[in-house]
């Protein structure tokens, strides 16, 4: 496990995830990290619009199969004004095996125009405090 990785979402790996070999599909795999690195950033950013810029070289290490529990895990290494980066992988709750690691991947913090915004973060927070007031408010 990749120091600063936190694990935060896991899957049960179930037969519509399979490809045509029954182990997980990639595209699957690929789908719900993009998910969980855009909910990661939104916290992170203390915005609820942000989009994918870039995704590094994915190195798919191992592979999952049907009835195995998957666990992401995602960290911030790197703020830029608009942006920030992202290391992940994913891994077998059980054995610990890395299933997949992706370098970096790339968040932009979108403004009300549709265009990139200087977020004015520079560090990882590990509270919720940057969920922006408007999505709390419709939760109440």
Same mark, same amino acid.
């Given at each position: 496990?990749?120091?600063?990785?936190?694990?935060?979402?896991?899957?049960?790996?179930?037969?519509?995830?399979l490809?045509?070999?029954?182990?997980?599909?990639?595209?699957?795999? !690929? &789908?719900?990290?993009?998910?969980?690195?855009?909910?990661?950033?939104? *916290?992170?950013?203390?915005? =609820?619009? #942000?989009?994918?810029?870039?995704?590094?070289?994915i190195?798919?290490?191992?592979?999952?199969?049907?009835?195995?529990?998957?666990?992401?895990?995602?960290?911030?290494?790197?703020?830029?004004?608009?942006?920030?980066? !992202? &290391?992940?992988?994913?891994?077998?709750?059980?054995?610990?095996?890395? *299933?997949?690691?992706?370098? =970096?991947? #790339?968040?932009?913090?979108?403004?009300?125009?549709?265009?990139?915004?200087p977020?004015?973060y520079?560090?990882?927070?590990?509270?919720?405090?940057?969920?922006?007031?408007?999505?709390?408010?419709?939760?109440?």
């Amino acid at each position: 496990m990749a120091k600063g990785i936190t694990f935060h979402t896991r899957k049960w790996v179930r037969p519509e995830d399979l490809n045509a070999n029954g182990t997980l599909f990639g595209g699957s795999l !690929l &789908r719900w990290i993009d998910e969980e690195a855009a909910i990661y950033s939104i *916290i992170q950013l203390g915005n =609820k619009h #942000v989009v994918t810029k870039f995704m590094s070289e994915i190195n798919f290490i191992a592979s999952a199969k049907e009835g195995d529990l998957i666990e992401m895990g995602l960290t911030a290494i790197d703020f830029g004004r608009t942006s920030v980066t !992202l &290391r992940a992988e994913v891994r077998n709750i059980f054995t610990q095996e890395s *299933i997949l690691t992706i370098e =970096k991947i #790339v968040f932009v913090n979108i403004g009300e125009d549709g265009k990139p915004e200087p977020h004015g973060y520079d560090h990882i927070t590990y509270t919720r405090d940057r969920i922006p007031l408007e999505i709390t408010k419709s939760l109440i």
